[in-house]
């Protein structure tokens, strides 16, 4: 009697147990979507007033009160970029490295050095961009750019050291030891035998990869890519100290500029009128929609490689 | 034709082999060039008066950061008090109940979706929740969005943590007619208690190097916090503007908070790692 009884509390208790832990998973998905609807709701005022051309129009003055995203999202695009050329050969060269290459005793710890890099806070990036990297590029290598290549809309603005191609490099240091560290442990998913039998056949160490390794990960790959552009894209400390804060559309990667995350770091506390503070807010949603479609396939991707391992 | 063929492919491998060393050299020299110099520039700024002192004005010598180190270490605090027990229980679904249904699979994705969604949009979304209806920018609003940073990774890796702990325990305990809960409760926590311990403190530690999204909740402050409802002085935002000041005393601690943000984080990850290791080298 007083098993039973006992049995069924625990069975309702179960129940209540059960509730709650998914009330609590349900809170995240909730936080998600009350954070789009309030950011879509506060950028209303701007979406009225400016419509689709606020995507389209490079105007961003707080006096006519006239604000268009086009500069910013092609200062996000451009440094993004310069970022994504930059890091994807390096991340896949040291993933190559530490999966294949490296005598064992080595993996761990420059495995664990490369992921260090990925712990330290942004900030500390974008000073030490500011106070090394800047002066470098000042000094020495947009000189030579620009002495050797002005003729090239890309490098056709004065050196200045901070601008776009600073901000770029700045933003790749940050991303290689994310797409380093998860590519490498695509590459290590790879099983034994498959590796072993193109070796059997006489491949080359370059053979193998090529041909095998990065078939069978391709899709690990392509969301640590993802995952790495979705950080690119969203980042600000790290990009706020050296793209040099300025409003005017130029294609070359030597001048100042602005991106989403940069604009709103500098100007959201000191917006004053309405419509300022919701063009910046529809910033924010612009930069929120665009990282969340980045992602979701990163994740995607990702998903999909568990899967096969799973199998 | 065919030696020419085989120097031509081991040429090509050579090539790339050389390439790809020298790509985790660059990383190595990377990570020690900015450790160097934080250490080099911060290191000498560090002294008693750091942690003790407020911030003086430009020009006048000595001062520190201690309003600064306090304001960060509190509103962590207060951050982890919020996301932890939420992200705990969120993630004891996901590993428990969550597996393979679809309401699982969507919390799954999109924990892990927020786990790299922009900071600096969350710090926007805190400030139109809570700063705006509130009038004033606070430390609670700067420990809110910390929160939310944390909540995903929180989620995720009590998920991992979880999982871990191997369903035979699981089934003996249900067996001897322990109830699901009390099961958990004293059983599968029990077992998962150090690994959850270690990924909440790197979650913890990964979110006190933040500053993108305390720019418009808890702003900053020059003088000692009196309460979590009033603007906030923390680390990280007084480091951005401390840089970016024209000021050679102000740059000077900047670097001090460099140093001391960036030695904290890493050794919170060193050590994460250390036990996380031990731990498992055990049979």
Same mark, same amino acid.
């Given at each position: 009697?007083?098993?039973?009884?006992?049995?069924?509390?625990?069975?309702?208790?179960?129940?209540?147990?059960?509730?709650?832990?998914?009330?609590?998973?349900?809170?995240?998905?909730?936080?998600?979507?009350?954070?789009?609807?309030?950011?879509?709701?506060?950028?209303?005022?701007?979406?009225?007033?400016?419509?689709?051309?606020?995507?389209?129009?490079?105007?961003?003055?707080?006096?006519?009160?006239?604000?268009?995203?086009?500069?910013?999202?092609?200062?996000?695009?451009?440094?993004?970029?310069?970022?994504?050329?930059?890091?994807?050969?390096?991340?896949?060269?040291?993933?190559?490295?530490?999966?294949?290459?490296?005598?064992?005793?080595?993996?761990?710890?420059?495995?664990?050095?490369?992921?260090?890099?990925?712990?330290? %806070?942004?900030?500390?990036?974008?000073?030490?961009?500011?106070?090394?990297?800047?002066?470098?590029?000042?000094?020495?290598?947009?000189?030579?750019?620009?002495?050797?290549?002005?003729?090239? %809309?890309?490098?056709?603005?004065?050196?200045?050291?901070?601008?776009?191609?600073?901000?770029?490099?700045?933003?790749?240091?940050?991303?290689?030891?994310?797409?380093?560290?998860?590519?490498?442990?695509?590459?290590?998913?790879?099983?034994?035998?498959?590796?072993?039998?193109?070796?059997?056949?006489?491949?080359?160490?370059?053979?193998?990869?090529?041909?095998?390794?990065?078939?069978?990960?391709?899709?690990?790959?392509?969301?640590?890519?993802?995952?790495?552009?979705?950080?690119?894209?969203?980042?600000?400390?790290?990009?706020?100290?050296?793209?040099?804060?300025?409003?005017?559309?130029?294609?070359?990667?030597?001048?100042?500029?602005?991106?989403?995350?940069?604009?709103?770091?500098?100007?959201?506390?000191?917006?004053?009128?309405?419509?300022?503070?919701?063009?910046?807010?529809?910033?924010?949603?612009?930069?929120?929609?665009?990282?969340?479609?980045?992602?979701?396939?990163?994740?995607?991707?990702?998903?999909?490689?568990?899967?096969?391992?799973?199998? | 034709?065919?030696?020419?063929?085989?120097?031509?492919?081991?040429?090509?491998?050579?090539?790339?082999?050389?390439?790809?060393?020298?790509?985790?050299?660059?990383?190595?020299?990377?990570?020690?060039?900015?450790?160097?110099?934080?250490?080099?520039?911060?290191?000498?700024?560090?002294?008693?008066?750091?942690?003790?002192?407020?911030?003086?004005?430009?020009?006048?010598?000595?001062?520190?950061?201690?309003?600064?180190?306090?304001?960060?270490?509190?509103?962590?605090?207060?951050?982890?008090?919020?996301?932890?027990?939420?992200?705990?229980?969120?993630?004891?679904?996901?590993?428990?109940?969550?597996?393979?249904?679809?309401?699982?699979?969507?919390?799954?994705?999109?924990?892990?979706?927020?786990?790299?969604?922009?900071?600096?949009?969350?710090?926007?979304?805190?400030?139109?929740?809570?700063?705006?209806?509130?009038?004033?920018?606070?430390?609670?609003?700067?420990?809110?969005?910390?929160?939310?940073?944390?909540?995903?990774?929180?989620?995720?890796?009590?998920?991992?943590?979880?999982?871990?702990?191997?369903?035979?325990?699981?089934?003996?305990?249900?067996?001897?007619?322990?109830?699901?809960?009390?099961?958990?409760?004293?059983?599968?926590?029990?077992?998962?208690?150090?690994?959850?311990?270690?990924?909440?403190?790197?979650?913890?530690?990964?979110?006190?190097?933040?500053?993108?999204?305390?720019?418009?909740?808890?702003?900053?402050?020059?003088?000692?916090?009196?309460?979590?409802?009033?603007?906030?002085?923390?680390?990280?935002?007084?480091?951005?503007?401390?840089?970016?000041?024209?000021?050679?005393?102000?740059?000077?601690?900047?670097?001090?908070?460099?140093?001391?943000?960036?030695?904290?984080?890493?050794?919170?990850?060193?050590?994460?790692?250390?036990?996380?290791?031990?731990?498992?080298?055990?049979?």
């Amino acid at each position: 009697m007083t098993t039973a009884s006992s049995g069924r509390s625990g069975f309702t208790a179960d129940k209540l147990f059960r509730l709650l832990t998914a009330a609590f998973a349900a809170f995240i998905a909730i936080l998600f979507i009350v954070m789009l609807g309030v950011l879509w709701h506060e950028s209303q005022p701007a979406i009225d007033k400016f419509g689709f051309s606020f995507l389209t129009s490079s105007d961003w003055n707080p006096v006519s009160n006239e604000y268009g995203a086009l500069i910013a999202i092609i200062g996000t695009l451009l440094t993004t970029l310069v970022a994504m050329l930059v890091a994807l050969p390096v991340s896949l060269g040291i993933a190559l490295f530490l999966a294949e290459i490296s005598p064992y005793w080595l993996r761990k710890p420059v495995g664990t050095a490369i992921e260090l890099l990925a712990a330290i %806070p942004s900030i500390v990036y974008g000073m030490w961009g500011l106070f090394v990297v800047v002066p470098i590029m000042a000094d020495t290598v947009q000189p030579w750019l620009y002495d050797h290549f002005s003729f090239m %809309p890309l490098f056709s603005t004065p050196p200045i050291g901070i601008g776009i191609l600073t901000a770029g490099l700045v933003l790749a240091l940050m991303i290689i030891p994310f797409i380093a560290s998860i590519t490498r442990d695509v590459f290590l998913m790879c099983p034994q035998n498959l590796k072993e039998s193109a070796y059997g056949l006489g491949a080359t160490n370059w053979e193998v990869v090529k041909d095998v390794m990065i078939p069978y990960g391709i899709k690990g790959i392509v969301g640590a890519i993802f995952l790495g552009l979705g950080r690119a894209l969203g980042e600000t400390m790290a990009v706020t100290f050296v793209i040099g804060n300025a409003y005017h559309l130029s294609w070359s990667l030597l001048a100042p500029g602005n991106s989403i995350a940069s604009t709103l770091a500098n100007e959201f506390t000191e917006a004053d009128g309405k419509l300022y503070t919701s063009a910046l807010i529809e910033l924010g949603l612009v930069l929120f929609l665009i990282t969340f479609i980045v992602l979701s396939l990163a994740e995607f991707w990702l998903h999909s490689t568990n899967k096969k391992r799973g199998a | 034709m065919l030696n020419s063929r085989t120097f031509r492919r081991q040429f090509i491998n050579r090539f790339v082999l050389i390439i790809s060393t020298l790509a985790a050299l660059l990383g190595i020299v990377m990570l020690v060039w900015i450790l160097g110099d934080v250490v080099l520039r911060g290191f000498g700024v560090i002294n008693w008066d750091f942690f003790t002192e407020l911030p003086v004005p430009p020009g006048e010598t000595g001062g520190g950061l201690a309003n600064a180190i306090v304001g960060t270490l509190v509103m962590t605090i207060a951050a982890a008090l919020m996301a932890v027990p939420v992200g705990v229980m969120a993630g004891t679904y996901l590993s428990e109940f969550g597996k393979h249904n679809l309401f699982g699979r969507l919390v799954r994705s999109l924990s892990d979706i927020l786990v790299s969604a922009p900071s600096i949009v969350v710090g926007v979304f805190v400030y139109l929740i809570m700063v705006k209806t509130m009038g004033h920018f606070s430390g609670w609003a700067g420990s809110v969005s910390l929160a939310i940073l944390m909540l995903p990774v929180v989620i995720r890796t009590t998920e991992e943590m979880l999982r871990l702990v191997p369903g035979e325990m699981r089934e003996s305990a249900l067996a001897l007619g322990a109830p699901y809960w009390n099961m958990m409760m004293n059983i599968v926590f029990r077992a998962a208690k150090n690994g959850m311990a270690t990924g909440i403190m790197l979650a913890v530690a990964r979110v006190a190097g933040e500053t993108a999204p305390l720019l418009f909740t808890a702003m900053n402050s020059p003088y000692w916090m009196q309460s979590m409802n009033e603007p906030m002085a923390n680390l990280t935002v007084t480091l951005f503007n401390y840089a970016m000041s024209p000021y050679n005393d102000w740059q000077e601690l900047a670097w001090g908070a460099a140093f001391l943000i960036t030695v904290s984080v890493l050794c919170v990850n060193i050590i994460t790692r250390l036990i996380l290791s031990s731990g498992r080298s055990k049979p």
